[in-house]
């Protein structure tokens, strides 16, 4: 474990238990982040982005579960948490931002009633001084008017204006960490842009770690410190943003990347991944994208490659030596960065 880490998950392993076996939705992935950092995670529906993000913030849906790993704050543990004390860390320490503000925003209170309630939850605060916090929060966010807007009901904002709101909550009782889960995914490009910038000016101003879960490429290179890219519930590649964007090192990231349009680049034709992200309950042996990569070879169908340093990346790869037990191993005992 890094000392320098806010946020260290080990070897996580969710499960869900069905009547014709257990399908497992997360393998051993590890990864950490440090405080003020922006760690994107990126891959298709479906390849576990959203699922690790409601299990570091203790909002698995049943029948999912953590089967094995650890995930720990600060050096202390908290999956293993009751629910009771995971919701007391829940929003003091770590906040969460979803890709609907609707669902996160009860219409029938006002903006002011919802802020000012999470605020006193967290914080020793009396009401006119909760109410005041309120209103810095939405100015900080970029609400206009905000000594007004406290009272207006979320149907009163457009979808951009709630999404700003939905953050004032998040980071309310000033968390360490953020999770942010396809936050700018409902809004057009220009409000996309003020979100990003928003996100951006919160880390550097509060040293707030933030998660962000998207499946937008644009969002995490205008965002992100590191990136993760994650495929079938594994860990893919990870490493610096702009080394996982300009040079990829796993045929899946090299694919992902070949298929984003450039304004620069004068290639007739983007890059094509063939097939489908396979299910749950069929997810093939070895590396569970030699169906769909290009380069796969014999050892890929039998055997499921660990993460091993490539330059300043990691990348789960049989095209690299040294991708085998020995570099996963490693990848546990230390942190994956």
Not at 221 to 227: F, L, N, S
Not at 287 to 293: E, L
Request: glycine residues 10%; contains cysteine; aromatic residues 4%.
């Amino acid at each position: 474990m890094s000392g320098a880490s806010l946020l260290d998950v080990r070897s996580l392993r969710i499960e869900f238990p069905t009547r014709r076996g257990t399908l497992v939705a997360i393998d051993d992935i590890s990864f950490s982040i440090a405080p003020g950092e922006v760690l994107g995670v990126v891959g298709e529906s479906g390849a576990g982005k959203s699922l690790t993000g409601a299990a570091i913030i203790g909002l698995l849906e049943p029948p999912g579960r953590i089967a094995a790993g650890e995930i720990s704050l600060h050096g202390r543990r908290i999956d293993d948490l009751p629910y009771d004390a995971m919701r007391k860390i829940r929003g003091r320490r770590i906040g969460a931002i979803f890709q609907d503000p609707l669902t996160s925003l009860n219409p029938l209170y006002s903006i002011g009633r919802q802020l000012i309630e999470t605020i006193r939850t967290h914080l020793d605060l009396g009401e006119s001084a909760a109410r005041t916090r309120a209103i810095d929060l939405l100015r900080e966010v970029g609400i206009p008017s905000p000594e007004r807007r406290i009272d207006h009901f979320p149907h009163q904002f457009s979808g951009g204006m709630r999404q700003r709101v939905v953050i004032a909550l998040a980071i309310c009782a000033n968390p360490q960490l953020i999770i942010a889960d396809e936050p700018t995914t409902a809004l057009d490009v220009s409000i996309q842009a003020q979100i990003i910038s928003l996100l951006k000016r919160l880390c550097s101003d509060h040293g707030t770690a933030v998660m962000l879960v998207t499946h937008d490429m644009g969002v995490i290179a205008e965002t992100a410190d590191r990136v993760a890219v994650m495929y079938a519930g594994r860990i893919a590649e990870i490493g610096p943003v702009a080394e996982v964007i300009h040079a990829p090192k796993h045929p899946y990231t090299v694919g992902l990347m070949g298929s984003i349009p450039s304004i620069v680049d004068d290639r007739e034709r983007l890059v094509q991944i063939d097939g489908a992200m396979p299910r749950l309950n069929a997810i093939p042996p070895g590396c569970a994208f030699n169906p769909r990569c290009p380069r796969a070879f014999d050892r890929c169908r039998i055997e499921r490659p660990e993460l091993i340093a490539v330059g300043v990346s990691r990348a789960a790869c049989w095209l690299y030596p040294g991708a085998g037990a020995d570099a996963g191993a490693q990848a546990r005992a230390g942190a994956v960065r």
